[in-house]
């Protein structure tokens, strides 16, 4: 697995994922969608970029910043997950670059 994905690119995320993640103790889920220019929709509606999106391949990693879009709202999350195989990224962190961390899994549906 650690060599199989030589040169990934944000297009890796392309698609539809559920994300699941704990928050506050409590088990949460959204589904959510991202196209190939990094936006990401949950319901059809357009919350983030996904930015900064970088891959190490050596530890089969990726890492990228949900920086949310609407007006007024400034909230940015850090995710750093590990690769299990192409439908399946797990934890690490979800970090809101604030205060909180958040255990997180994106299952691609």
């Not at 103790?25 to 509606?45: H, L, M, N, T």
Request: hydrophobic letters at 35%.
């Amino acid at each position: 697995m650690k060599n199989s994905h030589n040169n990934l690119t944000i297009s890796f995320l392309t698609g539809t994922w559920e994300n699941e993640f704990i928050e506050n103790g409590k088990q949460c889920s959204e589904i959510c969608e991202i196209d190939a220019d990094g936006r990401y929709f949950v319901d059809g509606e357009h919350w983030f970029n996904v930015v900064d999106f970088k891959y190490n391949g050596a530890n089969s990693e990726i890492s990228f910043i949900k920086s949310a879009v609407k007006p007024g709202d400034e909230r940015s999350f850090y995710n750093a997950v590990t690769i299990v195989n192409s439908n399946l990224l797990v934890n690490n962190t979800e970090d809101d670059l604030d205060v909180n961390s958040y255990s997180v899994a994106y299952i691609r549906l």
